[in-house]
């Protein structure tokens, strides 16, 4: 199958790549597109190289499915392009998620949302989908009201920029600012601009598309995003209330056995989840579940999983390989 990768030379794009080779994603020929400036250089996949295209030649290429990271403006502009040519699009960019004539899909939770009529398909954030992989079994046996959570973000989140930001204050060094602050010995209580309610974008993003891809309104969500000095691996730590009672045991069976999950739960043992672990992963790792004892019905757990890999890569071609179980790619 021609697979296009719009964005192909970011740091998500790169990751495309990486992932659609891992996982033997069938494809034939790849075209890799990108902004103007990057056309002509080259990436390799799966040991061939292959020259960057512009937009309008990634269309003519005809590619059944274009998985896109290249940014919100990008997409708005070019994947209605892409699929008024036919071409299926998987887009990573916040443009189409609150789209209500689009899906937001997390394969573990939606996937079954998806049909041949589904041109642009959109990726949620980072931060939300490694909440929902965890959150949705629970939901499923248990009700959830209400969610709580803080996240601890890493900063290939934000992009290449804010690594080497990180980076050069850990050598002394001079540089770009991706933040208005150091981001090293720190830690930023920003995620994303403010909005007028006083929260992030990032923290609404939690809260929307949550309530989208658990297709549950009911569900109450609340957030606080983090920066953190940690490269790569965003951490959650999430209260979630119950409408009925739970036992701690049947909790982890049930998450033990949750598609996409690895429970990582032993204090005895201090085994818990940490952005280290989860790097190069595919998986949501869960652990630190402890009952609330302020309040009935009520789990505390900490969530961790690579960003770049479940967080938007990964479950961008996951979303592609479920397309193609389908027969619709
Ligand atoms: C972040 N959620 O970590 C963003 C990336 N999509 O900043």
Redesign the pocket.
């Known amino acids: 199958m021609k697979v296009a990768v719009v964005g192909a030379t970011g740091l998500v794009g790169t990751k495309m790549l990486q992932v659609l080779a891992e996982r033997n994603f069938p494809v034939t020929e790849l075209v890799p597109v990108a902004s103007e400036r990057s056309v002509g250089k080259e990436v390799e996949f799966k040991g061939k190289k292959y020259k960057v295209v512009g937009m309008e030649e990634g269309i003519a290429a005809k590619p059944a499915v274009a998985i896109f990271s290249a940014g919100g403006s990008t997409s708005t502009e070019w994947a209605p392009k892409f699929a008024d040519a036919g071409i299926y699009v998987i887009d990573n960019s916040s443009a189409w998620r609150m789209d209500p004539t689009k899906k937001l899909v997390v394969p573990e939770v939606n996937a079954s949302v998806l049909t041949k009529e589904d041109m642009i398909i959109a990726n949620p954030?980072?931060?939300t989908i490694q909440m929902v992989v965890a959150l949705q079994p629970l939901h499923q046996r248990y009700k959830i009201k209400r969610v709580v959570v803080s996240t601890y973000?890493?900063v290939t989140?934000?992009g290449k920029k804010a690594v080497d930001q990180l980076f050069n204050e850990r050598k002394g060094a001079e540089g770009e600012m991706a933040y208005k602050y150091q981001i090293d010995l720190n830690v930023i209580p920003q995620?994303?601009v403010f909005l007028d309610n006083g929260y992030t974008k990032?923290e609404m993003?939690m809260v929307k598309e949550t309530n989208k891809i658990m297709g549950d309104d009911s569900i109450r969500v609340t957030a606080t995003t983090v920066?953190i000095p940690v490269v790569g691996g965003?951490s959650e730590s999430v209260n979630v209330e119950f409408a009925n009672d739970f036992d701690l045991a049947e909790v982890k069976d049930i998450l033990s056995k949750a598609p996409g999950v690895i429970v990582q739960d032993d204090p005895s043992a201090q085994l818990y989840p940490m952005p280290m672990w989860a790097h190069e992963k595919d998986e949501v790792f869960v652990g630190r579940l402890r009952r609330d004892e302020t309040q009935p019905n009520t789990l505390n757990m900490w969530i961790v999983s690579d960003?770049l890999r479940k967080?938007?890569a990964t479950n961008a071609v996951q979303i592609a390989e479920y397309l193609q179980q389908q027969g619709i790619l």
């Open positions: 954030n980072c931060s973000q890493s989140g934000t995620i994303d990032e993003k920066r965003h960003n967080g938007a």
